[in-house]
Every structure is written in C-alpha cells, then in structure tokens.
C-alpha cells in the first residue's frame, strides 16, 4: 500500500509562513498528480494548489501569489510553501496523490493563523 506521510503543521501569526511537506512512501509505482486540500470547521474540503508529474501547477485564487507547490518525484514529496498566512488559512491541509490505483489522502495536519 502507498502511505502519505505530512509534516510541517502548526501554528504561526498572521503574515507568517509554514512550509508543508508530503511524502509518499510504500508499493509506489507511480504517482500522477499531487495536491494540497484544506478543510476549516463548517466547510467542504477545498482544492488549493494541485501539480502534475510534469511540474505544471495551479492554485486556488484564494491562494495564488501567496502559495507554491513543488515536488521532487525522486523523493516522491509534495511540498506546500505557504507565505502571508492569513487567519482565514486556517484549516487543515490533506495532501494527495493520483496513484494507479486511485486517489491516496494524509491524514491531515493542522494549520492555525492568529490575528
């Protein structure tokens, strides 16, 4: 089985930044796309950011200009630079992976913005 393992969580003050990281680990044969979701109290999980094996990458308008997606296909990490947090980034972050076999979620790691 193919395991998501996140990191980087916690909490930072308005305008701060946290850098998440997502590795894949397990009977990989290959991953496809790879994304960031986050999920606040109340709310659908929504899509921030997602990137192809390829590098290409999009983001949510809420997020564009203040958050990068990368990976290293090597390592098979995802990673998630989140700079000019905002209290309204507060949630928490799912990273996924398109494995052969289907979609493949994390557990989650919490993301709390103060004002």
């Known amino acids: 089985q193919v395991q998501l393992e996140e990191s980087g969580g916690g909490l930072v003050q308005a305008g701060g930044s946290l850098s998440l990281s997502c590795a894949a680990s397990g009977r990989i044969f290959k991953i496809n796309d790879m994304g960031w979701y986050r999920q606040a109290p109340g709310k659908q999980r929504e899509l921030v950011a997602t990137i192809t094996r390829g590098a290409r990458k999009n983001y949510a308008d809420s997020v564009n200009g203040r958050f990068t997606i990368s990976r290293d296909n090597v390592k098979n990490t995802v990673y998630l630079q989140m700079n000019s947090l905002k209290p309204e980034d507060t949630a928490v972050y799912y990273c996924?992976?398109?494995?052969?076999?289907?979609?493949?979620w994390g557990q989650g790691t919490q993301v709390t913005v103060s004002s």
């Open positions: 996924n992976a398109d494995h052969i076999g289907g979609l493949i």
